[in-house]
């Protein structure tokens, strides 16, 4: 069971607005920054989103992040064929280290 | 464009040992912390260790504490995974990754981009 709760799976369809949400503790998001990654089938994960709502260069403005206490959210509009991926929040734990949640798989139907 | 380049990987018995390596390119590696991270096959990713620009601090998961070691090459721009004692439920695809943000001060920002290529590791007799 991982410290960072994600729902195993969220779906929508094209043109969407599609939120996952990442819940952990005083010890994780309460206190340092989330960050949220894309795994494409097959291939190493990208960061997405970084210090609860920092794009890196590259990454449309579609995805967005937010925090709201031990929370967070990854949100994705206009969602696309190609999002279909699996997602990970992580932050840094002060007792375990880094952590990252289950992931949640997005489907676009 | 930032390059890492895996090596190092491979079947080993329960027990055994394996050193990983990270080459890195086309930045200034010793600025920069960096981590690895494993994921079983299946599963979802798993933080191991992180190491600062400087190699002075060093971090690990529960799960790797006591039998696998981090450290870097700043000359060589060489990242390293010296696992020991390894167990079958070590098995995994592990990536290292370039830290954005900092290791300092008893944390790391786990802000990782890029990500190397991963390299698979199996543990079994």
């Known amino acids: 069971q991982s410290v960072l709760t994600q729902p195993p799976s969220a779906s929508g369809t094209p043109g969407q607005r599609v939120t996952i949400s990442c819940s952990g503790s005083?010890?994780?998001?309460?206190?340092?920054?989330v960050n949220w990654y894309q795994q494409l089938p097959g291939t190493a994960p990208k960061l997405l989103i970084y210090s609860h709502n920092q794009r890196p260069s590259g990454v449309p403005d579609r995805f967005s992040g937010s925090k709201s206490g031990t929370s967070a959210s990854l949100a994705i509009s206009g969602l696309q064929s190609e999002d279909e991926a699996d997602y990970y929040c992580?932050?840094?734990?002060?007792?375990?280290?880094?952590?990252f949640g289950g992931g949640t798989k997005l489907t676009v139907l | 464009e930032v390059q890492l380049l895996q090596s190092g990987g491979g079947l080993v018995q329960p027990g055994g040992s394996l050193r990983l390596s990270c080459a890195a390119s086309?930045?200034?590696?010793?600025?920069?912390?960096m981590s690895w991270v494993r994921q079983a096959p299946g599963k979802g990713l798993e933080w191991v260790s992180a190491?600062?620009?400087?190699?002075?601090?060093?971090y690990y998961a529960d799960s790797v504490k006591g039998r696998f070691s981090i450290s870097r090459d700043n000359s060589k721009s060489t990242l390293y995974l010296q696992m020991n004692s390894l167990r079958p439920e070590d098995t995994a695809v592990y990536y290292c990754a370039k830290d954005l943000g900092y290791c300092s001060g008893g944390s790391c920002s786990i802000w990782l981009d890029p990500w190397g290529q991963g390299t698979p590791v199996t543990v079994s007799s």
């Open positions: 190491i600062s620009g400087s190699g002075g601090s060093t």
């Open positions: 086309r930045f200034t590696f010793s600025s920069y912390a």
């Open positions: 992580a932050a840094w734990d002060d007792s375990l280290g880094g952590v």
């Open positions: 005083s010890s994780n998001i309460g206190s340092h920054t």
